[in-house]
């Protein structure tokens, strides 16, 4: 059971360099979820997803962009990375609105250099 | 004031000994309400659900009080695999599509 995939795992760029993170879910849940993850910090909600074809603001949006194309897949780009998001990705999803809790994958580490 | 508060420990505790760990929330409106556990480096793993009238899973106990907008974890004849960070989560403003995530509360359990 794949559950929620995320890639790529590990990833450097230089500033100013652009690149996308792919989720994907084989549950056919309906909300899907990215947050980073710094030191010291809580989950931090970046964007989030409450169906295909749509998309939501969440607590730190600035300088990320998503996409839900297709129900099992949400994407996160980085136009123009900054030394800021250097963090721990992580990709997350649940069925729809129910008091359910929500399934991560196993994380992308992106650093800025 | 965060919308969920966790004591950040670390809580050093030897194997065998009970742990409580709590959790404030500032949202009088939330309604879902969770334990996670996370490892070093990995991703958060659902721990268990908190229901009104508190429950039990094995060695872990989980209670929620309304009116004082507070959360506990309880923890009885620790492990050593227990050792990981855990997190206190709760659904934020606007239903069930935003959780949000307290900063966690790391626990050490040594021999």
């Known amino acids: 059971n794949a559950g929620v995939t995320q890639t790529p795992k590990f990833r450097v760029l230089k500033t100013g360099q652009s690149m996308t993170l792919l989720c994907a879910q084989d549950?056919?849940?309906?909300?899907m979820y990215w947050y980073r993850q710094d030191p010291g910090m809580g989950l931090r909600l970046i964007h989030y997803?409450?169906?295909?074809?749509?998309?939501a603001k969440g607590e730190v949006p600035d300088g990320y962009n998503v996409s839900r194309l297709k129900k099992q897949n949400f994407l996160l780009g980085l136009e123009s990375a900054a030394p800021s998001q250097t963090s721990v990705y992580f990709c997350?999803?649940?069925?729809?609105?129910?008091?359910?809790?929500?399934?991560f994958g196993d994380g992308t580490r992106l650093s800025i250099l | 004031r965060k919308e969920v508060e966790q004591d950040p420990g670390p809580f050093n505790v030897p194997e065998g000994a009970t742990v409580a760990f709590n959790c404030t929330y500032s949202?009088?409106?939330?309604?879902?309400f969770f334990w996670y556990r996370q490892d070093c480096r990995k991703e958060p793993k659902l721990l268990m659900s908190?229901?009104?009238s508190g429950n039990e899973d094995g060695r872990f106990t989980a209670q929620l009080n309304r009116a004082s907008q507070y959360i506990s974890l309880l923890i009885r004849d620790s492990k050593l695999s227990d050792s990981a960070t855990y997190l206190c989560?709760?659904?934020?403003?606007?239903?069930?599509?935003?959780?949000?995530f307290g900063a966690g509360t790391r626990l050490a359990v040594h021999p």
């Open positions: 997350a999803s649940k069925y729809g609105i129910s008091n359910q809790p929500q399934h």
């Open positions: 549950m056919n849940h309906e909300y």
């Open positions: 997803s409450v169906g295909e074809g749509t998309t």
């Open positions: 949202n009088s409106a939330s309604q879902s």
């Open positions: 908190v229901y009104s």
């Open positions: 989560v709760v659904n934020g403003a606007g239903g069930y599509n935003k959780l949000i």
